[in-house]
């Protein structure tokens, strides 16, 4: 009979199987991690509904602005500029479909916005990258597709603000889906249709160029003088 300590070690062995094992887990993690995700599979009948949903352009709503035009406290020129680019347009022209409004915060980018939509009589429907961007594949691009057919459908202003999170200057960092969104967003502003484009930023250089260039006008908003600052305050009709 053979002794105990004369058994074979069997440790060495099994450590060498474990970390083959782990080895292996891990490269299937890092193989699984590479894959670009895609939606998991969900009842038939609610994969149609929400199909249906977003083809349409239903996850961003459209309503009526009830902001008025004289509201806005000073920026005159911007507004003559807007006009110009969107009302004032001589016979046989077609007035611009893509405006961008650059300026420091808080010079009235939005508030101008909703006041065009309402004295064009158009939807409004402000709208920011995180309504847009999803984590699945190809969803992103759907949804600017999408939000531009339903602009066009009824006649719409979309309103994007921090434009510049959405199509930042490429950089050689820059992985497949960015790049995918910035020209699903050039593809998207060349649609036909009775559709309104206003864009916002405060940092304008930090825009993609090529997008940059396709906005038809830019329309800078400066800073309020001393006075307009008293009317926004509601101390300039007092004395």
């Not at 292996?24 to 009948?45: F, I």
């Not at 509201?71 to 001589?90: C, F, I, N, S, Y």
């Not at 930090?206 to 009317?231: G, K």
Request: hydrophobic share 40%; net charge negative.
């Amino acid at each position: 009979m053979r002794a105990a300590h004369d058994e074979p070690d069997a440790e060495p062995e099994m450590r060498l199987v474990l970390q083959d094992t782990m080895s292996t887990a891990c490269d299937e993690m890092e193989r699984l991690k590479s894959r670009p995700q895609t939606k998991p599979r969900v009842d038939a009948s609610a994969a149609n509904a929400q199909e249906s949903a977003e083809d349409d352009g239903s996850f961003v709503t459209f309503e009526k602005s009830n902001e008025e035009w004289n509201a806005v406290v000073g920026q005159e020129a911007a507004k003559d500029a807007l006009l110009l680019a969107t009302e004032w347009v001589p016979a046989g022209d077609k007035p611009f479909r893509s405006v961008l409004l650059y300026g420091p915060p808080g010079t009235g980018k939005t508030m101008l916005a909703r006041a065009l939509a309402r004295r064009a009589g158009r939807p409004f429907a402000s709208i920011s990258s995180a309504d847009v961007v999803s984590k699945w594949q190809g969803e992103t691009e759907r949804h600017i597709t999408r939000l531009f057919e339903r602009a066009a459908k009824i006649g719409g202003l979309v309103f994007i603000d921090e434009f510049e999170s959405l199509c930042s200057t490429r950089q050689s960092t820059d992985d497949a889906s960015t790049t995918r969104i910035k020209t699903a967003m050039l593809v998207a502003s060349q649609l036909p249709g009775d559709w309104l484009l206003i864009c916002a930023t405060n940092n304008p250089w930090w825009i993609d160029p090529a997008q940059r260039r396709r906005f038809h006008e830019r329309v800078h908003l400066r800073l309020p003088t001393a006075d307009e600052r008293r009317i926004m305050l509601g101390e300039g009709t007092t004395g």
